[in-house]
């Protein structure tokens, strides 16, 4: 996640206390309670902050005297929603740049109150978030500087689970175009629900449009729960991809579009996602929009009928001009008669291109594109004047249909360019072969029906144009003349050898080659792709003569047999598997198999519909019927790529004798069409969540006079899931008032206040906050949340006081009730055990360690392993508890022979550190003056043994090894009684395994007498 500056707020809560004030506060406590301490990513926590006067109740006149009370939290895997990210320093203060670390906020409290929401929307921060609350007083000394005196500080840990997650699908909701896509500066349009709060069965954003090269357009995307609710514990990385439709719908003819692929990222979050299009998307055309979660591998936003199509329109803006031609070779026959087969000319087009060279009508131009075109061969082969283009009104031409267009043999170089416009760009080179001769081709016999996919058939005979008569110009250059048609002036193609031909059906784009034997004229030709196109290119693989295009009626392509049916999504993939939707009622599960989702093929991948585009080319494609082993099927006899459903039905829920179906159906699809044989999908129908279990969330139910908290409800089914869908969610519970005060209990996300016996949500959700505000009096209330059949419920109940409520805090760890509470506090923990024969029970228990040494004072040293000094944010704490006595940092044992002492050490590691393996290190210099030892003898300790020290850091044993270090670390240095009298000063530290070695230069220091 994103890391911020930590530095002025370590500065605030180390300022000066005790300065010369002109105001003051009331407040002399903190009261910080959270709502939940612990949560799955994607969640987030409440945090209620405050400031207590001497007897205990919400200092509501904290201010009163002029000064300024607020609260510093700092969170180091949070985001902090809420508070000011400065405390507020005068104009003209400058902030030291600060570490990297979480989020951190200042709140000033209104009345003694304040309020802040953490969110943990990063996968990466699974494990435990230390939150440090301070409470502080601002004020002016009696220079005229800001001075932060604080109060109360205070250390909680939230532990942070992977989410839960329950969506069974996604869903693209709507597509909002950027403000430079809409109209009239721009394309764009937007469709499907921009304001939806719950997923959609129905609508989709095809119809949506956004504009070439130009980011911002924004999609919404929803994780969903097999209803039409939003699964809100749904978060992870989110893939959107589109797709061009031209390259993946099998049943569409292939056309102009781009065959562009772009795939971009955004982070969801609470089941719901904004995904900006970059500016990269550049290339026009149709594109299937699809979206996958990385946390939820198996699911897609993509299902059976119901497509999300983005149009990718031209910028409507002409940067350069673009020429194309119908064919490469040519010859300078100038003869064009249809009826004799030949067609030597070609057809030149003049296109506009926008920015990014997609064709474009202008249509965004100042006014509309009128352009007169030069045409220049840099290859001196087409006249200059020989072709004329001009947009709109000339924007085809032939080539070589003419005497006088045609200069010489070779290859062009045609380029076309504005007249007097030198802001558009020059086309690119077109390049045409020009040669003596041209292809005669001539249908071989006529027909009346589409060929056949798969079978061989003569199509064409093909000979070569009669020979010119040629003629030099004065200039020299080669001048070809007009010739009437001879056929028997043509001669065969492959009169000395055979020849490779190549046919091109001008629809499909599928080329078929053939070799054409010595002296012979029919091409037959196996046909592969269905087409109704019966516009055809041939042309011989050495490019030897000109290239001709025919027409012939009826050379359509039929599909074969159909041999495979495969259930398609709508974008034209093939699934094995087909996800359920809930009914609104909650009561059934319905997998709904559309006709147009299913479709047969013949073995070569063509379609075979009876919805086809062109009489000749339909085909029956008989009907198909759905079993299921589990379901009630409703509609059968559909026609693939038909209109209309199959629907099966399971029952959700027990309905009399008839029990709920859970589990993996086989449906069995059966198709009426000889040789496809039948085809089988998979529904797996989950069980129905039934409301189990209520949890109202609060840290602690005893709160002070005037207090305001946050309460958080969550509903959980049967498996312990959070549930939220509108049948058994939070809008069917109740919230119920009981006790001697009765609170202020208020909606946090409508602000409206709930009297007894309110219903908690009016919209799925499976989490509610409430405010709940306590009243100027002690007492006490409950509050009872219920579903409607009262067979599940909980009670809250609240102690209102007036008395110093103890909370975990370094000033009172004994309050800490957690390992994790009492050791971020810098307190040791010891866990309760149980009683066992002679042996009493022990509570749980947090003992506070005094705070030895810290970078901050100089009191930890750094070196690396040669010695050098390295620079550390290292803190330790440390003491010795002298006959089970609290621990201190120095401190005398009596009778040492008997006396039990324990010495523990807690380090706060360097940030860098933190989940490096290292060794724990303890060092002792022991003296006795009494007995003459004035000369320190050093020791240290080797795993549990007490072993001397030479002082030489490459002979100092470990304590412990293999420890990783933790944020705290805490460690046990000695447990057991002591030796020898004297005096013990104990140092210790950590060592990496790259010989970085952090240590105290103060010690803990214990006088040991006989």
């Not at 929307?121 to 230390?130: L, Y």
């Not at 009508?361 to 006249?383: M, Q, R």
């Not at 809930?582 to 075979?608: E, H, R």
């Not at 069980?687 to 189990?692: D, E, G, T, W």
């Amino acid at each position: 996640m994103t890391m911020k500056r930590t530095a002025l707020a370590s500065a605030i809560s180390l300022a000066l206390v005790g300065a010369p004030a002109f105001a003051t506060t009331s407040t002399v406590e903190g009261q910080f309670i959270l709502d939940k301490t612990s949560v799955a990513v994607g969640q987030s926590v409440n945090l209620a902050l405050m400031g207590l006067d001497k007897t205990g109740a919400v200092d509501q006149l904290g201010e009163q005297q002029g000064a300024i009370v607020l609260v510093t939290i700092i969170s180091e895997k949070g985001m902090i929603t809420g508070g000011s990210a400065s405390p507020g320093e005068k104009a003209g203060d400058t902030v030291a740049g600060g570490v990297f670390q979480g989020d951190v906020k200042y709140v000033k409290l209104n009345q003694g109150l304040g309020r802040v929401n953490i969110s943990y929307t990063d996968p990466n921060s699974v494990g435990t978030d230390t939150i440090t609350v301070t409470l502080q007083e601002r004020f002016l000394n009696a220079q005229g500087g800001i001075v932060f005196n604080t109060i109360k500080s205070v250390k909680k840990t939230v532990a942070i689970t992977k989410a839960d997650i329950n969506a069974t699908r996604l869903d693209i909701a709507s597509f909002t175009p950027a403000a430079a896509d809409l109209p009239p500066s721009g394309r764009g349009v937007a469709a499907g629900n921009a304001t939806a709060t719950t997923c959609s069965a129905t609508s989709s954003i095809t119809g949506s449009q956004a504009t070439a090269g130009v980011g911002g357009g924004q999609l919404a995307v929803f994780a969903c729960l097999p209803g039409l609710d939003i699964d809100q514990n749904a978060n992870g990385q989110l893939t959107v991809t589109l797709t061009s439709k031209t390259t993946q719908d099998k049943a569409s003819p292939v056309g102009t579009e781009a065959a562009a692929t772009y795939t971009f990222t955004a982070p969801l979050s609470k089941g719901k996602a904004i995904v900006t299009l970059p500016s990269s998307i550049t290339k026009v055309g149709s594109y299937y929009v699809s979206a996958k979660l990385d946390t939820l591998p198996n699911v897609s936003s993509v299902d059976a009928g119901l497509t999300d199509v983005l149009k990718v329109v031209d910028t409507g803006r002409v940067k350069k001009l673009g020429l194309k031609t119908d064919k490469t070779v040519i010859s300078n026959s100038v003869e064009t008669a249809p009826a004799s087969g030949v067609n030597a000319a070609a057809t030149v087009t003049l296109s506009l291109l926008d920015d990014y060279g997609n064709v474009t009508t202008g249509a965004l131009e100042p006014t509309a594109p009128n352009y007169n075109v030069d045409l220049n061969d840099a290859n001196g082969i087409v006249s200059s004047t020989g072709v004329t283009l001009s947009y709109p009104s000339a924007t085809t031409a032939t080539l070589g249909s003419a005497k006088g267009q045609l200069l010489k043999l070779g290859e062009t170089s045609l380029v076309a360019s504005v007249k007097g416009n030198t802001a558009i760009t020059a086309s690119d080179a077109l390049k045409v072969k020009v040669v003596t001769q041209s292809l005669i081709a001539n249908a071989y016999v006529a027909r009346t029906e589409p060929f056949i996919a798969g079978n061989e058939y003569p199509v064409f005979s093909v000979a070569v144009d009669g020979v010119l008569s040629p003629s030099v110009l004065a200039d020299g250059m080669y001048q070809g003349t007009a010739d009437t048609p001879d056929t028997t002036m043509d001669t065969a193609v492959s009169a000395n050898s055979s020849v490779t031909m190549n046919i091109q059906n001008l629809t499909s784009l599928e080329t078929v080659s053939v070799n054409l034997a010595q002296g012979q004229a029919k091409l037959l030709a196996l046909f592969k792709t269905a087409t109704f196109g019966t516009k055809y290119k041939i042309s011989d693989a050495a490019g030897a003569f000109g290239e001709t295009i025919i027409d012939v009626a009826n050379f359509m392509v039929k599909p074969a047999a159909a041999s495979v049916a495969q259930l398609q999504n709508a974008h034209n993939i093939q699934v094995n598997s087909v996800a359920p939707s809930l009914s609104s009622d909650g009561k059934q599960y319905v997998t709904t198999l559309p006709a147009a989702s299913v479709k047969i093929f013949d073995s070569y991948g063509n379609a075979v519909s009876s919805n086809g585009a062109v009489t000749a080319l339909q085909s029956d494609s008989g009907t198909f019927s759905v079993t299921s082993t589990n379901g009630v099927v409703s509609g059968a006899n559909l026609a693939p790529f038909g209109t209309g459903n199959i629907a099966v039905s399971y029952n959700a829920v027990d309905v009399g004798t008839t029990k709920a179906f859970v589990g993996a159906d086989p449906l069995t699809l059966n198709f009426t069409k000889p040789g496809i044989g039948s085809v089988k999908v998979d529904s797996t129908i989950p069980a129905q969540p039934v409301l189990k279990t209520i949890v109202a969330n609060i840290e602690q139910t005893t709160i002070p006079v005037n207090g305001e908290v946050a309460v958080t409800v969550e509903t959980y089914d049967q498996n312990g899931k959070p549930i939220a869908n509108s049948v058994y969610g939070l809008q069917n519970v109740t919230l119920s008032y009981s006790g001697t005060l009765k609170p202020t209990v208020v909606d946090n996300d409508t602000s409206a206040s709930l009297s007894s016996g309110a219903t908690l949500s009016s919209s799925a959700s499976s989490r509610k906050v409430l405010i709940v505000k306590a009243g100027a009096t002690t007492g006490d209330f409950t509050l009872t949340f219920t579903n409607p059949d009262k067979t599940v419920t909980v009670d809250k109940a609240f102690k209102v006081t007036t008395g110093l409520i103890a909370q975990c805090a370094p000033a009172s760890v004994s309050a800490c009730t957690t390992q994790k509470d009492c050791e971020s506090n810098g307190g040791l923990f010891t866990a309760a055990t149980t009683a066992s024969g002679t042996t009493a029970a022990v509570a749980a228990s947090c003992q506070a360690i005094p705070a030895i040494a810290s970078s901050t004072d100089s009191s930890v040293a750094a070196v690396d392993k040669t010695g050098a000094a390295v620079t550390v944010t290292t803190s330790f704490s440390g003491g010795i508890s002298v006959d089970s006595a609290s621990f201190k940092q120095s401190d005398t044992v009596n009778k040492y022979e008997t006396t039990p002492v324990k010495l523990v050490g807690i380090v706060t590691p360097d940030a860098a550190h933190v989940g490096k393996v290292a060794e724990i290190i303890v060092a002792a210099a022991f003296t006795n003056p009494s007995a003459g030892v004035t000369t320190p003898l050093w020791f240290m300790m080797n795993g549990n043994a007490i072993a001397a020290w030479d002082t030489k850091l490459t002979s100092l044993a470990a304590l412990k090894k293999n420890v990783t270090l933790t944020n705290p670390t805490t460690f046990t240095m000695y447990d057991g009684k002591f030796v020898a009298s004297g005096n013990l000063s104990v140092y210790m530290g950590y060592r990496l395994a790259d010989g970085t070695l952090v240590y105290t230069l103060k010690t803990i220091d214990t006088v040991v007498n006989k």
